[in-house]
């Protein structure tokens, strides 16, 4: 059966959560293309057990917190009060994760944090509430960067005709162009929420508490968007070197000595819902007035109107869209039960995202015939098939699956 994407040929579905090895792990977004070469998938262990829901598991069981706050504290007293404006940077939108990062910061451990925010394409109305109420009520400086409005269209509309991929600019905003500001503003500390393992991740990088510098920098001049070789987007896109800088990787040799990003999540323990409600206490952080299509959350990825649109695309390449990601989640941290994720998913995953998708196909001067049609276009054979006038799953965690 053919597959796309570099994908697991052999479906295998975790024990504990209703994640596959389908689903894709974090890798350097500027090698992502069609054929995803050298992206990695979920791990499910010979115990059947996947990377995620064994960190989890090792966060309850195995991890010295206090060890770990000990290690934070060390940390933060070599960078407070370093000479230079502020003691770090944290990198965010205004969602509950930079709140909670910021806000710990700069109130439990005394730093002076400056924040930076790539914002989302399309705000929401709450979205963009809970970044002024971050700001102002939260009370912290911080740089906005205001991004050329045509080339992220532009970039925007290509990752999704190339890669299926809408969100792919907003991505490459946070992992390429908070550090890059940071390393020249000669601020050589950078937080980030979660650590990328909370999400399946191998687990090997929840080791250490740096993100790998390879998500951020590069040594070569090998570089995608939107899937399209960046020379290629010059000479045939028309786009200027100079238009595609802030989504581009910095240099290594161009990386400052000591300059470090971490992730906060590794010295604390890491609850998203814990996360929530810490932002709703001290910044006065509001959820989705309904719940999002999907699935069953209201707090989670909700700033950015292309969110929902993101994790339908995830639906379709992957067999797993937004519900699989939270419904994992509340498993790994006993807020739900197996048994009770199999019948969120059965309810709400790949639920089409028709809110907001009139409104990025607008703002993307894309029909939605035209959308629909890239969607098939994108579907691996090995987990998709048609009867009649719809695709089905092949195979998905009820066991419900399709076959020719």
Request: aromatic share 14%.
């Amino acid at each position: 059966m053919k597959t796309l994407f570099n994908l697991p040929k052999k479906i295998i579905f975790c024990n504990n959560c209703v994640l596959s090895n389908q689903f894709p792990t974090s890798y350097p977004e500027y090698q992502h293309t069609f054929n995803r070469k050298g992206a990695k998938y979920l791990n499910i262990n010979n115990n059947g057990v996947c990377d995620a829901c064994y960190y989890a598991k090792k966060k309850d069981d195995l991890i010295d917190w206090k060890k770990r706050e000990k290690e934070l504290l060390k940390l933060l007293e070599k960078k407070r009060g370093n000479g230079v404006d502020y003691d770090c940077i944290v990198a965010g939108s205004g969602g509950k994760d930079s709140v909670y990062a910021s806000h710990l910061l700069k109130y439990k451990y005394n730093m002076n944090p400056l924040t930076i925010t790539w914002p989302p394409i399309l705000y929401t109305d709450y979205g963009k509430d809970n970044f002024l109420r971050w700001i102002k009520k939260g009370g912290f400086d911080n740089i906005t960067i205001n991004y050329n409005p045509e080339v992220l269209r532009r970039l925007t509309k290509l990752s999704l005709q190339k890669l299926l991929h809408p969100f792919q600019t907003f991505v490459m905003g946070q992992k390429h162009a908070v550090p890059k500001i940071a390393n020249k503003l000669n601020i050589d500390l950078v937080f980030y929420g979660d650590p990328d393992g909370e999400w399946g991740n191998p687990i090997v990088e929840n080791s250490t508490s740096l993100r790998k510098k390879s998500y951020y920098a590069t040594k070569t001049n090998n570089i995608y968007l939107a899937g399209i070789k960046v020379k290629e987007l010059i000479s045939e896109y028309k786009f200027s070197k100079k238009d595609l800088s802030l989504y581009l990787p910095t240099k290594i040799k161009d990386i400052k000595k000591n300059f470090q990003v971490h992730h906060l999540g590794y010295y604390i323990k890491w609850i998203p819902q814990e996360a929530y409600y810490y932002s709703v206490e001290h910044t006065g952080f509001k959820a989705r007035p309904e719940r999002t299509q999907g699935s069953f959350s209201k707090y989670s990825s909700i700033d950015d109107k292309i969110d929902d649109l993101h994790y339908f695309t995830t639906y379709i390449k992957y067999g797993h869209g937004r519900c699989s990601y939270d419904a994992s989640q509340e498993i790994r941290n006993n807020h739900i039960t197996l048994k009770e994720a199999k019948a969120l998913i059965k309810k709400y995953d790949g639920e089409y995202p028709d809110k907001y998708l009139m409104d990025v196909l607008n703002y993307l001067e894309i029909k939605k015939d035209e959308f629909d049609k890239l969607c098939n276009r994108f579907r691996s054979p090995h987990l998709w098939v048609k009867k009649g006038n719809k695709f089905f799953l092949r195979h998905n965690i009820n066991k419900e699956g399709y076959d020719d």
